[in-house]
């Protein structure tokens, strides 16, 4: 787009023209908006250069609000002790535009509050100064808030025949002031402290109309005091990221994005801090959200312990709320938290919305991983619908015994489901080491199982690859040992393992080959579950590049001798723990594990000898 000059002297109308126009109702003027107009022979005066410079802020304060104001970058605020907190560098555009900044990271003592009673009386926000604030109790906001002073003294010279010369301040300084606000707080303040911010959070993010930020400060976080002592602070509570607040385009009461995205932050905040407090307690990750909150954002995360696996139950969602789970490709959940941005949060409170609200436990799983994870879950309902769990309810007895007369056929004693199922799913073995679990609110649309659209299958040159696979496996003399897998294998376990054995990694490694075929076998019943599982293994597109960077370290001798170890490293059954090592090592210390390996391997040690060490190693790692 070519780029226009402006003119400053550009047409311009009468005064008697706008009249007429003003008049008839098709001009209007912005009377915030007048400059001096300039030209030869007029007396140059410091209201008219005043007035320009305000023009040109105002104008610039009305773009910075088109763009989009909040925090841009920092103000993070933390607690430092009883009575401190700290505010990381960074700056931000207030509501009306001015902007705001903090060069460095600033402490603040909260006892020393004579200046912030000043600049509250002076801005504006309070009418008379705040209490001392050793006496302080109650919920505050902590804001920025853009301030000038005028400094450097200058002799002013005379203006008229009798008047004198005196000092005049020459420049205006700008400043950020940092300032308490207080939150006013409906009665019943004796609830407990989380009741308290759950209530606050359910105001600020649920009930949108309920208050509005001063439009001259930029609002950072808020504390809650008593008599001084700082019992909390939440940053997203009140902290608004910056972007442009366009909201209810289309009418339908959408909120805008910024609120969305800063109830989803001061959720994930104050979830990390109950599940903090509850470890040091001992009191357990398992509780509902209800004693904590009064709505959720529409997505976020919850406690993996609240999902019991023994009868799979939870414990975290109302029971008259639709809740299922289901595993998803790790890269996709950023794009289910994006689009979650678009709905409501998920009410605690309304039992007619809970009843029609629908949400999704998801578990993210690498993605070389969901195929294979996906055939070992295949046997359970896709997803897992959870039935009502053992905890209190809303429900009363009446409405319980309705929901169950309408479920029952005609009173018939309904058939078991298959539970035996539920046990052998390996859910245990995908949420162990998981402390949270991510959660979505679904939209109320109708779902249907079926597939939009058909399958279209991704043709390759199989024949070539099987053939390549079946050379290499001759070289080697692993052949017979592959043939004598397919033929007590199920077909599904067959087509399972040769689409893992054809990778080309797998025909150019003869220790991925040995060691891929060896965990094949090692089962009772080589069917397509166990299969999965050494998929899963061994299927990671990283898998491989650990054993290149120690291989010609971790095996030495004549060939013969080399054979001999790389089949007892196969026997270990731990090759891609070993890798994992050697991949994230450094070069001496990947050096130094390939030599100790080496030395057991060509020792007297057994395979299981092997294995226990390698797998020691990558525990201390893990610590």
């Avoid at 026997?571 to 070993?578: F, R, S």
Wanted: glycine share 6%; proline share 6%.
């Amino acid at each position: 787009m070519a780029l226009k000059d402006y003119h400053i002297d550009r047409v311009k109308q009468h005064i008697s023209v706008l009249d007429k126009y003003e008049h008839g109702g098709s001009v209007f003027v912005d009377r915030r908006r007048s400059r001096p107009r300039w030209f030869d022979g007029r007396f140059l005066k410091a209201a008219d250069l005043n007035r320009e410079s305000s023009y040109f802020l105002t104008r610039q304060a009305d773009l910075a609000v088109a763009t989009g104001t909040g925090v841009v970058e920092g103000l993070m605020v933390r607690e430092t002790g009883p009575t401190r907190i700290a505010i990381s560098h960074g700056h931000g555009m207030t509501f009306d535009g001015e902007r705001v900044f903090l060069p460095e990271d600033v402490d603040i003592r909260l006892h020393n509050i004579a200046l912030s009673e000043e600049l509250n009386v002076k801005m504006g926000l309070s009418r008379k100064p705040a209490p001392p604030d050793r006496s302080r109790s109650g919920i505050y906001i902590i804001a920025l808030r853009p301030l000038e002073f005028t400094a450097n003294p200058t002799a002013a010279y005379p203006v008229d025949v009798d008047g004198r010369r005196q000092l005049q301040d020459g420049s205006v300084v700008e400043a950020t002031a940092i300032t308490l606000i207080p939150f006013s707080y409906p009665a019943g303040a004796a609830r407990s402290i989380d009741a308290r911010r759950a209530r606050l959070a359910h105001q600020l993010f649920t009930e949108t109309n309920a208050y509005r930020m001063p439009s001259t400060t930029l609002p950072l976080a808020m504390i809650e005091l008593r008599r001084g002592q700082l019992l909390w602070l939440d940053n997203y509570m009140v902290r608004r990221e910056m972007g442009a607040v366009h909201s209810d385009v289309l009418g339908f009461g959408f909120t805008p994005r910024p609120l969305r995205r800063s109830h989803f932050k001061q959720y994930d905040e104050m979830i990390a801090d109950i599940v903090d407090r509850r470890l040091r307690s001992n009191a357990g990750l398992r509780f509902a959200a209800t004693e904590y909150f009064e709505s959720l954002p529409a997505a976020g995360r919850l406690p993996t312990a609240c999902v019991d696996l023994d009868n799979f139950t939870q414990h975290f969602f109302p029971d008259a709320m639709d809740v299922e789970i289901s595993i998803v490709p790790e890269d996709e959940m950023g794009l289910l938290l994006e689009e979650s941005m678009l709905l409501p949060p998920v009410p605690l409170n309304d039992e007619n919305a809970i009843a029609t609200t629908a949400v999704m436990i998801f578990l993210p799983v690498p993605r070389h991983t969901f195929h294979s994870e996906t055939k070992v879950l295949k046997r359970l309902p896709t997803p897992i619908q959870f039935p009502i769990k053992t905890v209190r309810s809303r429900f009363t007895p009446k409405d319980y015994l309705n929901l169950f007369q309408a479920k029952l056929p005609d009173f018939k004693t309904p058939a078991p489901g298959n539970t035996q199922a539920l046990q052998e799913v390996a859910w245990k073995r995908l949420l162990s080491g998981q402390t949270f679990v991510w959660y979505v609110r679904r939209r109320n649309l109708n779902y249907k199982d079926e597939i939009s659209g058909s399958v279209v299958h991704v043709m390759t040159n199989e024949h070539q690859d099987e053939t390549d696979m079946r050379r290499y496996q001759r070289s080697l003399n692993l052949y017979d040992d592959f043939t004598y897998l397919k033929v007590r294998g199920s077909a599904a376990a067959d087509l399972e393992m040769v689409r893992l054995l054809t990778i080309p990694k797998f025909t150019k490694s003869e220790v991925l080959m040995r060691s891929a075929l060896k965990e094949f076998g090692n089962a009772d019943k080589l069917d397509e579950r166990h299969a999965a599982s050494v998929s899963v293994r061994f299927a990671g597109s990283q898998v491989g590049k650990g054993l290149e960077r120690i291989e010609e370290r971790l095996f030495a001798g004549t060939d013969a001798e080399k054979i001999d170890q790389k089949i007892k490293l196969a026997d270990a059954l731990c090759t891609p723990e070993l890798d994992d090592l050697a991949r994230v090592l450094t070069a001496e210390e990947a050096a130094a594990l390939a030599d100790e390996v080496h030395t057991r391997l060509h020792g007297p040690d057994t395979p299981e000898a092997v294995a226990e060490f390698i797998r020691s190693q990558k525990k201390e790692l893990e610590r």
